[in-house]
């Protein structure tokens, strides 16, 4: 090393992570979504943004969807890493907040040791009476698991490869519930759970574009297995609307606008 490689030798290490961080890509986008309770009983709005930050050159992602509405809310979070040639959650925390009614749920991926910790609080809607769960997971060897966001992530990216059906398959924690659990329906211990959660990708008859079914029951106890939500895929391959069907006539539409 000579004399002027030797000097600037700290600079270099100095800027390095400022560098680093340049390599960022950063996305911006908004998305609406109208939900119908109770056969339109009641009908609430929301406007909310999201943002994304994907390093690919460390193999880190963060995201953030902010919303706020007339009696309705949300914030979801989450970070993650690119493990084993795929996006993989680290850390993810979602609140809700619907006609007064509050649901949080947190998430911890620890691969080393193979586990998931999982804590959620909610509220039922009609009786306001609280489910609770605190539990881990054991993540089994070979298997996938994700989030929202990374399942998104892996999408877009073309690292959600196909089974030998054509489908998608991943694995995501949720909330153990009985198959029948009605709206207020409260079970005095809840454990947490590893499912699969599968994607068939077809064209939307209408549109023409990408989109798929997917089982509505792995994040919500209003959802019924023989009411799947879709989703349609935009030019970039993410998401660009969402619907749901719920039960007691409640409805759910989810817009994503592209980046201005």
């Known amino acids: 090393m000579n004399r002027r490689q030797f000097l600037t030798l700290p600079f270099a290490l100095l800027l390095a992570p400022l560098v680093r961080g340049a390599e960022a890509q950063l996305r911006k986008a908004a998305y609406d979504a109208d939900v119908g309770l109770l056969y339109q009983t009641l009908s609430l709005e929301l ?10 050159a460390s193999g880190r ?8 509405g007339t009696r309705i809310s949300n914030r979801i979070e989450s970070s993650g890493i690119r493990r084993q040639g795929r996006w993989a959650p680290l850390q993810a925390v979602s609140w809700f907040r619907v ?8 998430y911890t991926y620890d691969y080393a040791r193979g586990i998931v910790e999982y804590h959620y609080r909610g509220e039922t809607f009609f009786l306001r009476r609280l489910r609770v769960a605190d539990d881990v997971v054991a993540i089994p060897d070979g298997e996938h698991v994700d989030d929202a966001a ?7 990216d073309g690292l959600w490869p196909q089974q030998s059906d054509g489908s998608l398959l991943t694995h995501v924690v949720r909330r153990r519930r ?6 207020d329906d409260v079970q005095k211990f809840y454990r947490a759970e590893l499912v699969p959660f599968v994607l068939r990708v077809t064209s939307d008859p209408e549109t023409g574009k990408p989109s798929a079914l997917f089982d509505l029951t792995r994040f919500s106890s209003w959802a019924r297995e023989a009411r799947p939500a879709r989703v349609i895929f935009g030019p970039d391959r993410r998401p660009e609307l969402i ?18």
């Open 47 to 56: 406007t909310g943004t999201l943002d994304e930050s994907v390093d690919r």
């Open 61 to 68: 992602y963060e995201m953030k969807a902010v919303g706020q």
């Open 99 to 106: 006609v007064g009614r509050e649901a949080r749920s947190e």
């Open 150 to 156: 990374s399942a998104v992530l892996n999408y877009a």
């Open 178 to 183: 009985p198959v029948n659990e009605g709206p």
């Open 243 to 260: 619907t749901a069907s719920l039960m007691l006539g409640t409805s759910v539409n989810i817009r994503m606008k592209a980046p201005g």
